[in-house]
């Protein structure tokens, strides 16, 4: 299968170097707007480059995105439009009236897709989820999950990432669904400025926290910082009436414990997510290589990127009027 990678950043330079070693590949293609940039990666790692973005559309089997946020929706439309399987990173547009027009014309198109939610496919989140599916936690009383960035991000990127949680906590409110098969109906979200001055400019926070109902009326709870200077920190910990467990506890998890006699981690920190998840990011690649070749339904929707938004949206709309936000009040 002949697959073009749109996008030769950060996220994009590690896709390449995933998707030429990803079985099922025949030939890897790089486009990007800065061409220079797309020749490099693809060099780095024995693909083609090819400078017209349009024309490496047309000479791919199935298209993968890894572009820049604002650039989203104008290639997926152009993807689904020449037919061709596509794979994007989060989110599908820069704000919600683009994704629900986004979502609405990938389903109208009928060409297979599949959304960037990486978690879906880490092996712990998997078992976590077979453990609710097959009922072994019992009734599923609550959830506590913590996203931690390392560093907040540079200054010029704040106004442009639509806050806190749209941003970083898309991936939570996505990760709720999915592990629970069920539907938030409420948020309630507060947070503040408490290291980073700079995110006030922006009227934005740099630490939160949120609380969601769900519609069968289990609580989760969200905690959420730009910065732990120990490292990447992702958990989700799940408490039910047999069992309970955790994800992302473990040898690099950064956070030790004061009680006498337990060691510390024993191995470095998680630097950031692209390290955390790369196995994630394997297994999701694989996934969409049976989506585009028909043989599987897409595991991740337009859709499920349209109710994670709309969670995102409740929560940011709590943080600025300081009250409960029903989903109901999100369009969808």
């Given at each position: 299968?002949r697959i073009t990678?749109?996008?030769?950043?950060?996220?994009?330079?590690?896709?390449a170097r995933?998707?030429?070693?990803?079985p099922?590949?025949?030939q890897?293609i790089?486009a990007?707007?800065d061409?220079?940039?797309?020749r490099e990666?693809?060099?780095a790692?024995?693909?083609?480059?090819i400078?017209?973005?349009p024309?490496?559309?047309?000479?791919?089997?199935?298209?993968?995105?890894a572009a820049a946020?604002?650039?989203?929706a104008?290639?997926?439309?152009?993807s689904?439009?020449?037919?061709?399987?596509?794979?994007c990173e989060?989110p599908?547009a820069e704000?919600?009236?683009?994704t629900?027009?986004?979502?609405?014309?990938i389903e109208?198109?009928?060409?297979p897709?599949?959304?960037g939610?990486?978690?879906?496919?880490?092996?712990?989140?998997?078992?976590?989820?077979?453990?609710?599916a097959?009922?072994?936690?019992g009734?599923?009383?609550?959830m506590r999950?913590?996203?931690h960035?390392?560093e907040?991000?540079?200054e010029?990127?704040?106004?442009?990432?639509?806050?806190?949680?749209?941003?970083?906590?898309i991936?939570?409110?996505?990760v709720?669904r999915?592990?629970?098969?069920?539907?938030?109906?409420e948020?309630?979200a507060?947070?503040g400025?408490l290291?980073?001055p700079v995110?006030?400019?922006?009227?934005?926070?740099?630490?939160?926290?949120a609380?969601?109902?769900?519609d069968?009326?289990m609580l989760?709870?969200l905690?959420?910082?730009?910065?732990?200077?120990?490292?990447?920190?992702?958990r989700?910990?799940?408490?039910?009436?047999r069992d309970?467990v955790s994800v992302?506890l473990?040898?690099?998890t950064?956070m030790r414990s004061?009680e006498p006699g337990?060691?510390p981690?024993?191995?470095?920190a998680?630097p950031?997510?692209?390290?955390r998840?790369?196995?994630?990011?394997?297994?999701?690649f694989?996934?969409?290589?049976?989506?585009?070749?028909?043989?599987?339904p897409?595991?991740c929707t337009a859709?499920d990127?349209v109710?994670?938004l709309?969670?995102?949206?409740?929560?940011?709309?709590?943080?600025?009027e300081?009250?409960?936000v029903?989903i109901?009040e999100?369009?969808?």
């Amino acid at each position: 299968m002949r697959i073009t990678l749109i996008g030769a950043g950060r996220i994009g330079s590690l896709h390449a170097r995933l998707l030429a070693a990803t079985p099922g590949i025949d030939q890897l293609i790089v486009a990007d707007v800065d061409s220079a940039r797309a020749r490099e990666v693809a060099a780095a790692v024995g693909a083609q480059a090819i400078d017209s973005i349009p024309d490496a559309i047309r000479a791919a089997d199935a298209v993968v995105i890894a572009a820049a946020t604002t650039a989203h929706a104008e290639l997926i439309v152009a993807s689904v439009d020449a037919g061709r399987p596509t794979f994007c990173e989060k989110p599908l547009a820069e704000d919600l009236g683009h994704t629900l027009s986004v979502a609405a014309h990938i389903e109208a198109s009928g060409v297979p897709f599949q959304l960037g939610f990486q978690r879906r496919f880490d092996a712990a989140y998997r078992e976590a989820r077979r453990l609710v599916a097959t009922g072994e936690l019992g009734t599923l009383y609550a959830m506590r999950m913590a996203g931690h960035d390392p560093e907040p991000p540079h200054e010029s990127y704040i106004p442009q990432s639509g806050g806190l949680f749209r941003d970083f906590s898309i991936h939570d409110f996505d990760v709720l669904r999915y592990l629970t098969g069920r539907e938030v109906v409420e948020v309630y979200a507060d947070g503040g400025v408490l290291g980073f001055p700079v995110f006030a400019k922006y009227n934005d926070v740099d630490t939160a926290v949120a609380t969601l109902r769900l519609d069968d009326g289990m609580l989760a709870v969200l905690t959420v910082a730009r910065h732990d200077p120990l490292g990447y920190d992702i958990r989700t910990e799940l408490f039910g009436s047999r069992d309970s467990v955790s994800v992302g506890l473990g040898p690099r998890t950064p956070m030790r414990s004061v009680e006498p006699g337990v060691p510390p981690p024993a191995g470095p920190a998680w630097p950031n997510f692209l390290d955390r998840f790369e196995a994630a990011y394997v297994a999701e690649f694989a996934a969409f290589l049976r989506v585009a070749a028909g043989l599987e339904p897409s595991p991740c929707t337009a859709r499920d990127g349209v109710e994670a938004l709309r969670v995102a949206e409740a929560a940011t709309r709590s943080l600025h009027e300081h009250r409960p936000v029903a989903i109901a009040e999100i369009p969808g």
